[in-house]
Nanobody, 117 residues
Framework: QVQLVESGGGLVQPGGSLRLACTVS????????WGWWRQAPGKQRELVAT???????NYADSVKGRFTISRDNAKNTVYLQMNSLKPEDTAVYYC???????????WGQGTRVTVSS
């Protein structure tokens, strides 16, 4: 049963924008935080941005000022707005949620973002 479905990846030129979306199944409840991670070829998966139940947000230094994480509770969807994209942003982007009380994690299948001219 697929519980997190990502969309919005694709090919974009440097300086362009994309918006990723991750819809979370309502079978997953008591979510503590929603996050976007990415994994570039030959590199480890890294955290890009997190939004907590409280509304607090954290960003990796490499994306601060360019990426914005948000969520729509009515749609059970978390977004990652990516602006001023750079070739080094090329990666597979994954959505992850962590549930209370033990922060058990659920991952999406990933969506590929390629930034190239």
């Amino acid at each position: 049963q697929v519980q997190l479905v990502e969309s919005g990846g694709g090919l974009v030129q440097p300086g362009g924008s994309l918006r990723l979306a991750c819809t979370v199944s309502r079978t997953i409840f008591s979510i503590n935080n929603w996050g976007w991670w990415r994994q570039a070829p030959g590199k480890q998966r890294e955290l890009v941005a997190t939004i907590f139940q409280t509304g607090n947000r954290n960003y990796a230094d490499s994306v601060k000022g360019r990426f914005t994480i948000s969520r729509d509770n009515a749609k059970n969807t978390v977004y990652l707005q990516m602006n001023s994209l750079k070739p080094e942003d090329t990666a597979v982007y994954y959505c992850k949620v962590e549930r209370e009380p033990d922060l058990s994690a659920y991952w999406g299948q990933g969506t590929r973002v390629t930034v190239s001219s």
